[in-house]
């Protein structure tokens, strides 16, 4: 059973006792600060030191954000992906300002867990002990997040070490990182070979912070280094593995986004039916109007659908390694899709309240920006999209056997997502049989009519594919990037739906807005400019009409009906 995360009904017992407790611990410290103060606080761009110090006194970020291999025998200390999405997604519930902070503590330790550098461990095992947060110097004001190019330079000085100078921008926690991981390159080498990827102290004299780039409670910093010192004990990766350990930390650090977006989504969603469910408009409850409650049926299964396929996407990653990699595609997918439809969510209940969205005395005002922040970080959503075509071929063709993936919500370490390897063969990657999941789905009638579009799909690209110069066509190529995410988007949904056992009626109204999206991108992949004739006719083949049913349709309302006045915070 999947149901919308809520407070006053949280039940940590899916997790080991000290998991439970910590969370419950961050629900209770929110809880306790109250709605106004919350909103005053973000409002004002206030610092949240007391969240900072709540972090320190409880040792939250040491505790999930320590490998087990660093913890030191420690046994509650570890890296575990299902706790880290409950928590992402608590975070997200309470205020995008505070998952941030948590977020990029978790870029920050990516290249350092993934380093071969001991004594660096050693200092960053400690400094998340001592209550620090962390920071990911990666992306630079001219270039982005574009690793292929950096002005960080590490000058040798001429007794071992190097001196390091140029600029970083938008690096969350700068402002008071313990270690910031820096991605620079070397002076006196040339091309990849001279990737560097060192760590540096944001209170260290040589490190100048300059401003808070954002007009925001969290700091998203813009820093100098004026010849920073840099010896070999700070050096984490050169060459080739930096550049993957750049990528293999977003890799890691990207899924958190969807469990916010899923957490911001929830918020804004109690919210919203209460208000609506209890305004009188014309002589009657706003939700009486059938507009409103279709905004609500599709804001519920999509918010319904985002867990689902963010759940089964821990699996994968908890299972992955060397062999299994199909994390690859789902990882780009929770980044891209999820938040995307975050964004619908909000906006579908904001088409509902209208100018109550904007009073700055709810929750709903700060969501409606900090929800469209997600879909555009850590790569937007045309760089992920580039990603996820990568693996269609292998994936909608060529299937291979793989055991099947439990749910994992054990208490075990996920070591490998810091020895992820090169980052590159993303075109070698296998997955199991997509069709299974349909097939096992048959039976629900919107499933039934969704499978015959993904079959579409397959036909397109045997029968009328992209030309030579369409697969130049960036524009082009998108569009078919989300023709084919919803195929896979689809299964994983279907797959968790088995697991939890979900309701066959919400099953079917999930597929229902799914069989909407599929016929909208074929819609807009037949008005494209290069589109031929052939792929014209397909687009037009592949519309469907969802299978209506007005009882499926009531039930849904009246679980939503039921959300009015579920959760309310203190004020």
Known sequence: ???????????????????????????????????????????????????????????????????????????????????????????????????????????????????????????????????????????????????????????????????????????????????????????????????????????????????????????????????????????????????SAALNTVNVGKFNLCTASVGISERSFYEAITHAHNRILYGHPVTDFPHVRQGFVDAYARLIAMKLFSARSVDYFRTANEEDRRYLLFNPITKMKVTSEGERVVDLLWDVIAAKGFEKDTYFSAATHYIRALPKLEGTVHVNLALVLKFMPNYLFAPQDYAEVPTRLDAGDDDFLFRQGPARGLGKVHFHDWRKAYRNASDVPNVARFTEQAEALVQFLATCPPSDEQQKDLDFLLNLGHLFTLVVYGQLILEQATLVGLERELLDQIFDFLVRDFSEYAIALHGKASSTDAQQAWALSAVRKPVVDEARFGQIWETVAGLSGAYEMQE
């Open 1 to 243: 059973m999947t149901t919308l995360f809520s407070p006053s009904t949280f039940n940590p017992s899916a997790f080991d006792e000290e998991t439970g407790r910590l969370l419950t611990a961050v629900i209770d410290w929110f809880e306790g600060r109250g709605k106004q103060r919350l909103i005053a606080e973000d409002l004002g761009c206030v610092w949240y030191d007391d969240f900072l110090k709540f972090i320190a006194d409880e040792k939250l970020f040491a505790t999930f954000n320590t490998p087990a291999a660093e913890a030191g025998g420690a046994p509650d200390k570890r890296w575990d992906t299902a706790r880290n999405a409950a928590l992402s997604e608590i975070l997200g519930f309470y205020g995008l300002p505070y998952w941030y902070a948590w977020q990029v503590t978790v870029l920050g330790l990516g290249p350092i867990w993934m380093s071969g550098n001991a004594e660096a461990k050693q200092r960053a095992a400690a400094l998340l002990d001592e209550g620090h947060v962390f920071a990911f110097g990666l992306s630079e004001r001219e270039h982005g997040a574009d690793v292929y190019s950096t002005d960080m330079i590490l000058t040798p000085d001429g007794q071992g070490g190097y001196v390091a100078t140029g600029g970083k921008y938008y690096i969350g926690n700068g402002n008071v990182a313990g270690m910031v991981s820096v991605f620079g390159r070397r002076a006196d080498v040339e091309g990849p070979d001279g990737y560097v990827f060192f760590a540096v102290d944001s209170r260290h004299e040589k490190f100048e912070l300059v401003q808070n780039v954002v007009a925001s409670q969290m700091f998203v910093s813009e820093f100098n280094l004026h010849e920073y010192p840099v010896t070999e004990a700070d050096i984490l990766h050169t060459g080739s593995e930096a550049f």
